[in-house]
T-cell receptor, first 116, second 110 residues
Framework: GAVVSQHPSWVICKSGTSVKIECRSL??????MFWYRQFPKQSLMLMAT?????????EQGVEKDKFLINHASLTLSTLTVTSAHPEDSSFYIC????????????FGPGTRLTVL | GQSLEQPSEVTAVEGAIVQINCTYQ??????LSWYQQHDGGAPTFLSY????GLEETGRFSSFLSRSDSYGYLLLQELQMKDSASYFC???????????FGKGTTLSVSS
């Protein structure tokens, strides 16, 4: 199946700093990627839809100025958590689908963010 | 609003059969997917139903009834490694994001 990678797999940062998370589709091109957030023992919540070459679409309640998304190429989307605070500590996961009639979404391995 | 309801926990023994139900209420429906997630890991795709009926993939099967807004995941010949969280997820339109249920924690004992 298709492979999606994420980097870094984990990061610890101080409150007030910014953290960038990369999501790459390794063997297919993705015009659309999705960013989810998962708190412990909870479900995955969609944060935003990342569109190659255009602005991301954010879900209600997600601050677009805090969670900056850039989808500059067909294989890379980045999520930058700006001015991170402890409440932003979570598991961030991206996904993409190969399209071409497939309804399967492939998930990256996730990035665990801890803000001190 | 939209909601996906599934049981929070299910327990079973090795070799048994388990069914995890999912009822959904969404503003749009294209298909229902099932994902497995082990602690600390990413979700992995198990099955997809776009049409009514049963889809079988090895030990796992998934069923959908669009008229009842209902689906289920059937896991047969349970193994210890099947202990994980299972999520149903709705795709509202082709190519759009998944809307996840709250997940069902399956514990398999020997």
């Amino acid at each position: 199946g298709a492979v999606v990678s994420q980097h870094p797999s984990w990061v610890i940062c101080k409150s007030g700093t910014s953290v960038k998370i990369e999501c790459r589709s390794l063997d297919f091109q993705a015009t659309t990627m999705f960013w989810y957030r998962q708190f412990p023992k909870q479900s995955l919540m969609l944060m935003a839809t990342s569109n190659e070459g255009s602005k991301a679409t954010y879900e209600q309640g997600v601050e677009k100025d805090k969670f900056l998304i850039n989808h500059a190429s067909l294989t890379l989307s980045t999520l930058t958590v700006t001015s991170a605070h402890p409440e932003d500590s979570s598991f961030y996961i991206c996904s993409a689908g190969p399209g071409q009639g497939s309804n399967e979404q492939f998930f990256g391995p996730g990035t665990r963010l801890t803000v001190l | 609003g939209q909601s996906l309801e599934q049981p929070s926990e299910v327990t079973a023994v090795e070799g048994a059969i388990v069914q995890i139900n999912c009822t959904y209420q969404t503003s749009g429906f294209y298909g229902l997917s099932w994902y497995q997630q082990h602690d600390g890991g990413a979700p992995t795709f198990l099955s997809y139903n776009g049409l009514d009926g049963l889809e079988e993939t090895g030990r796992f099967s998934s069923f959908l009834s669009r008229s009842d807004s209902y689906g289920y995941l059937l896991l047969q010949e349970l193994q210890m490694k099947d202990s994980a969280s299972y999520f149903c997820a709705v795709i509202k339109q082709a190519g759009t994001a998944l809307i996840f249920g709250k997940g069902t924690t399956l514990s398999v004992s020997s």
